[in-house]
């Protein structure tokens, strides 16, 4: 495919429990460019020298804040990824996302065999937000402009689960 030159920066910072809270937040920016324009054929060249890479988002960003208090424990966790572009020639772009994420945990009393056991509802995309993907998660299909028909996925929808974890 050719060469490509990426710059970048992350940053992340957390914090200790103060009073039962805590947080987390992270930020990201990449410059992902490929160095030279890509020849299909002998004479179909594609002008992709100093275009972004595909699915490759230029800003992520993330914030986390948990309360814990003796055995019951909140969690909310918000995620934002800018918009990526679907061929190689930058001639397509999805839209930027932002997901919102939760969970909620109970510690429950030894019994038996079960040490620390953990109730904990989970729930993903609480907003139930639609957004699309460039990929399935292969990345491998690139398309060099939109005439190629680069396919999108839909985002997962909500999300809720129960799990219920012990060590032995």
């Known amino acids: 495919m050719g060469s490509t030159t990426t ?5 992340e910072v957390g914090t200790v429990p ?11 920016y990449t410059k992902s460019t490929m160095d030279g324009d890509l020849a299909r054929t002998a004479t179909t060249v594609y002008a992709t020298k100093g275009k ?3 699915d490759t988002p230029k800003g992520m960003a993330a914030l986390g804040l948990q309360y814990a208090s003796g055995p019951f424990m ?6 934002y990824t ?7 020639v930058n001639d397509l772009r999805i839209a930027g996302y932002t ?8 510690q429950l009393p030894n019994f038996g065999l079960f040490k620390n ?3 904990r509802l989970n729930v993903s995309n609480l907003s139930d937000h639609r957004y699309l993907l460039a990929n399935s998660g292969s990345g491998s299909s690139m398309a060099f402009d939109a005439t190629g028909n680069p396919s999108v996925y839909l985002g997962a929808p909500r999300f809720a689960s129960i799990t219920l ?4």
Do not use: C, H, I, W
């Open 7 to 11: 710059q970048g920066l992350e940053v």
């Open 18 to 28: 103060v009073a039962g809270f805590s947080a987390y937040a992270s930020a990201s």
């Open 52 to 54: 972004q890479m595909p």
């Open 74 to 79: 909140v969690n909310l966790n918000g995620k």
């Open 82 to 88: 800018s918009g990526r572009f679907l061929t190689l």
């Open 99 to 106: 997901t919102l994420d939760a969970n909620l945990a109970y």
């Open 117 to 119: 056991p953990l109730v």
């Open 165 to 168: 974890q012990s060590d032995f």
